[in-house]
């Protein structure tokens, strides 16, 4: 070929046909422009990216949760048995105390988020209550640190610290957990649902929602890592003592209170409402007195009554309602994820343990949800994106599903346990063959706790979620401490049925616990799948006022991702990879 040939073909490939001339103006029409009713059926939503101080929040709730859960692993054995059993404990109160124990500790830290959800939305702001919980937090953990000392204590000031303790912990988890999540939540801009042209040409929806969904899991997947602090706290507990174990999660939240200074100046505070949490109550009684009609609480059609809200703050309480409606079964649910930090423990120490702490199998569950939900982020949800919606009802009553056949394994493995010697259905406790465990090996008990992820995924992230989207703007903290407050109500049926949390009735305590979850699953479906057809009209209420709309332009949302240090949510599993 001649060199004049190749100029000419040259020249040739450097012009474009008709087709993508066409092609490449409609694509530049198409960036940033709302998308029609049509177009958000059939195109394919998509997320933003997560701004770079949402790390910096989540960060706090990994130091926050470290602490947490590497305290609590312990704590049954601490409660249950004495000094000189195997395994080894502090205060004594056999198994059925120690569950009971153990439930009001669950049900305590969350009864107090309704306190630290008013006190933020309503006085301090979320950045403000964090703070100043977390400083109470870790005086709880100095006192239970102290108590703990052999050499300085006796199992009557031990158990007297750890009431103490439990109580400041309590309190303190409370106050940080209901703001935490709103907090990293509100660091995402708000903006209407736009198309955005791929380098393939592809027009796809960047969805708020869709991003809200990822940061959710993305904050989950933070518990989670901190949650693996009960590998070294067993570790230690079994080791050294009890004392080592709560050293290491006291010096591990100072890296919280660190982490809050130093981007004090960075999160984004949405102003505190006008004692907002009051209006909301106002104007749900106006409601119910009104034969549930929130109508009559609209300044619109009674402008005589001089209401101090708007319209459209009377959608949101409206959305509100909806949203709190579908926590009702929650309860139910939380009584099967509380069996891991009491029951799951007490069914491995009856099991040949092989040289492991009975409790280091809870971190079964934190590596599955690891594992899972950079799964489910970059490939299971959008590729059943591609051909349904995937909403939120239908996650939850999946999450049911998971944790009833959850149960249903514990039951049968209980089954198997009492079926095998030496001591059959009282392990540890026959004539000659205390403290030797059924010839069942402990890794057989695995399968539960993943099941109990996978439910968690669906029915405790989206939760979240849902608690977020559906709370009036000024009143998200509050919101979400009722959706974790069906935690505290799930903790108050462990504790009615710790009476039961004994040899040799166990197979029936699991059996019960998964049938009430699956009744509560389908009651759940019936009652509330129709939530699934209003849920984008709900959602739109976010981008719209009484007498505007609020948008944000590609614009700024670019200016807004330059400035902030954006982070791609569909990396974000890779990133964490590296803080393993």
């Not at 998509?46 to 470290?66: D, G, K």
Request: proline residues 5%; hydrophobic residues 45%.
């Amino acid at each position: 070929m001649s060199k004049s040939d190749d100029n000419e073909k040259t020249a040739a490939d450097q012009v474009s046909s008709p087709e993508e001339d066409i092609l490449s103006i409609s694509n530049e029409k198409d960036e940033g422009r709302e998308p029609t009713d049509l177009e958000l059926k059939t195109l394919r939503h998509v997320s933003e990216t997560i701004p770079l101080r949402c790390w910096l929040v989540a960060i706090v709730e990994l130091s926050e949760r470290f602490s947490y859960y590497g305290l609590s692993a312990p704590f049954q054995n601490y409660m249950q048995h004495t000094p000189t059993d195997s395994p080894r404990g502090m205060l004594g109160l056999n198994q059925k105390g120690a569950t009971a124990v153990s439930y009001f500790f669950q049900f305590w830290c969350y009864v107090t988020p309704i306190f630290g959800g008013w006190l933020a939305d309503t006085y301090w702001g979320k950045f403000k209550s964090i703070f100043v919980f977390c400083c109470i937090y870790v005086v709880g953990i100095l006192v239970l640190l102290i108590t703990s000392i052999p050499s300085i204590t006796s199992q009557k000031v031990a158990l007297g610290g750890f009431i103490v303790a439990i109580i400041i912990i309590g309190l303190a988890t409370g106050g940080v957990k209901s703001n935490v999540s709103p907090l990293i939540a509100d660091q995402i801009p708000k903006h209407k649902p736009y198309i955005k042209v791929t380098k393939s040409g592809e027009r796809v929806i960047v969805d708020p929602n869709i991003t809200i969904q990822n940061v959710f899991m993305f904050f989950y997947l933070m518990i989670n890592v901190g949650s693996l602090s009960v590998i070294a706290t067993t570790q230690l507990e079994h080791n050294i003592d009890f004392w080592a174990a709560y050293l290491l999660p006291f010096c591990f939240f100072l890296i919280a209170i660190v982490c809050l200074i130093l981007g004090r100046n960075y999160y984004i505070k949405t102003p505190v409402g006008d004692k907002i949490v009051n209006k909301t109550f106002r104007c749900a009684y106006i409601g119910m007195k009104n034969h549930f009609n929130l109508d009559a609480a609209k300044p619109s059609i009674n402008p005589e009554m001089n209401y101090p809200w708007t319209d459209h703050f009377v959608e949101e309480v409206r959305r509100a309602i909806y949203g709190c409606k579908v926590f009702v079964f929650y309860p139910v649910y939380w009584l099967v994820y509380g069996q891991m930090v009491n029951n799951f423990i007490s069914q491995a120490g009856q099991m040949e343990l092989h040289g492991i702490p009975n409790d280091i199998l809870q971190a079964i569950n934190s590596l599955a949800i690891i594992i899972f939900i950079p799964i489910f982020e970059r490939f299971l949800y959008p590729f059943i994106r591609r051909f349904t919606p995937f909403k939120s009802i239908t996650k939850i009553f999946l999450g049911f599903m998971f944790a009833a056949a959850a149960m249903i394994y514990a039951a049968v493995l209980q089954h198997y346990i009492y079926k095998t010697g030496p001591c059959y259905n009282f392990p540890k406790a026959c004539p000659g063959y205390e403290n030797v465990p059924n010839r069942v090996h402990v890794a057989i008990q695995a399968p539960q706790y993943v099941l109990v992820s996978l439910s968690e995924i669906f029915a405790s992230i989206t939760g979240l979620e849902y608690a977020y989207n559906k709370a009036p703007a000024s009143m998200k903290s509050f919101i979400t401490s009722l959706f974790l407050v069906t935690n505290a109500f799930g903790s108050a049926l462990g504790i009615g049925l710790s009476s039961v949390s004994e040899d040799p009735k166990m197979v029936w305590t699991y059996t019960g616990i998964g049938i009430s979850c699956f009744i509560a699953g389908i009651l759940f479906w019936v009652l509330f799948h129709h939530y699934n057809d209003i849920e984008e009209e709900h959602n739109k209420l976010d981008y719209t006022n009484d007498d505007e709309t609020t948008t944000t332009t590609t614009d700024e949302i670019s200016a807004t991702n330059n400035t902030n240090g954006l982070v791609p949510v569909s990396s974000f599993a890779h990133s964490t990879k590296s803080l393993l």
